[in-house]
């Protein structure tokens, strides 16, 4: 079957796009660092609870145009939301896997200035170096909290560039976390492609300029939420976000990917509004999570991480009355 054929099933377009995706680079080490850091962390802690795993999207994925790839269809995400949305997880007890898009915003460095790393330094002599007096705090805490978490074995880091990456990357994690059963969460903050070129569709070279037009047909990419709650992680719990411009439509759209993928949870946002408000979309109920302004350095994340995570802890409580 064609793979642009819009009768095919979900699994047939997932296997699809599996089978014509270039193979992902160093899948033996990703497996084996998820292995070790899951192993790790899902023996149940001191008092006796199962240690919650979550696993944080973040950053736009990339669809490129060629093989040898110069240029690329972009979506939007600087990376915050996942980034500051790991800091208030690991604050809450969770371990997080953070699958980013490589270049966008980390955990731990948004309080490091904007200028270029060359600039935050200043040679002491021809061999040593020193954080220039203005950065020294900031850079230092960055740090400080970075190395606690990874060398503490509480993050694990994993970049993507393109769609084909970050789908194979974000299978590999799921079918790794299915052992935690309701323990996992799926934190899916990525701003991940609708549309791409397959593989096989793509010119091997740079597409010459000089022509007027550009003829590139795009297909939609098969949406993965439906596989990861069906098949990859079935017990584990789901949040996706939908981000519009308008918001006349959000909650709507929200509530719609609610029931047709089977989230536990929608975060609904709107572009330019994304860092003071949001809409935590549930069956039960719609609650607005707002960024508290009389606190400063706030973040919207704070409150949101709060409610997810005691939404996450009621669903494994109930989970485990149904065993
Ligand atoms: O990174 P920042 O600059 O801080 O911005 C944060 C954000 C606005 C990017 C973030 O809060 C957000 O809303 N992320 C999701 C944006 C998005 O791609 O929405 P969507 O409507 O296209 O997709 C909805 C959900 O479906 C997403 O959870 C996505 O992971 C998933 N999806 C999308 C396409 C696809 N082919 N497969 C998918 O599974």
């Known amino acids: ?5 819009g009768s095919q099933t979900l699994e047939a377009q997932a296997e699809a796009f599996f089978d014509s995706a270039p193979p992902l680079q160093n ?6 660092k998820l292995d070790q850091f899951i192993q790790h962390k ?3 802690s001191t008092n006796g609870d199962a240690r919650r795993i979550v696993c944080v999207t973040s950053g736009g994925t990339t669809a490129p145009l060629e093989q040898r790839c110069v240029r690329y269809v972009d979506n939007f995400s600087s990376g915050h939301r996942g980034a500051t949305s790991t800091e208030y997880f690991l604050k809450a007890g969770y371990a997080v896997i953070f699958l980013y898009r490589r270049g966008s915003f980390q955990p731990f460095c948004r309080s490091l200035p904007d200028d270029p790393l060359v600039e935050c330094f200043e040679p002491t002599d021809e ?3 020193q954080v220039r ?15 606690a978490a990874v060398t503490g074995g509480h993050l694990l880091k994993l ?14 994690i799921a079918t790794s976390m299915r052992c935690l059963g309701p323990c996992a969460m799926f934190y899916l903050a990525a701003a991940v492609s609708d549309f791409y070129v397959p593989w096989k569709d793509m010119v091997e070279h740079k597409i010459q300029s000089g022509s007027h037009f550009l003829d590139v047909q795009l297909v939609q990419v098969p949406k993965m939420l439906s596989m990861l709650r069906k098949d990859w992680a079935p017990l584990a719990f789901c949040v996706s976000f939908k981000l519009e411009t308008d918001s006349n439509i959000l909650l709507n759209k929200a509530a719609t990917a609610l029931e047709k993928y089977k989230m536990h949870a929608v975060v609904a946002n709107e572009l330019t509004t994304r860092k003071e408000h949001v809409v935590v979309v549930t069956s039960a ?10 606190l400063s350095g706030n973040d919207v994340e704070n409150p949101l991480i709060k409610l997810l995570s005691e939404r996450h802890a009621a669903y494994i409580k109930d989970s485990s009355r149904q065993v």
């Open 285 to 294: 109920d719609n609650i607005i999570v707002r960024r508290d302004k009389s």
């Open 133 to 147: 007096e203005a950065y020294s705090e900031a850079v230092k805490r960055a740090i400080v909290d970075h190395h």
């Open 159 to 172: 970049p993507f560039n393109t769609i084909f990456e970050y789908l194979q990357m974000l299978q590999l």
């Open 27 to 32: 899948t033996h080490q990703i497996t084996q």
């Open 1 to 5: 079957m064609d793979s642009t054929n």
């Open 42 to 44: 899902s023996s149940p």
């Open 127 to 129: 061999l040593n170096i």
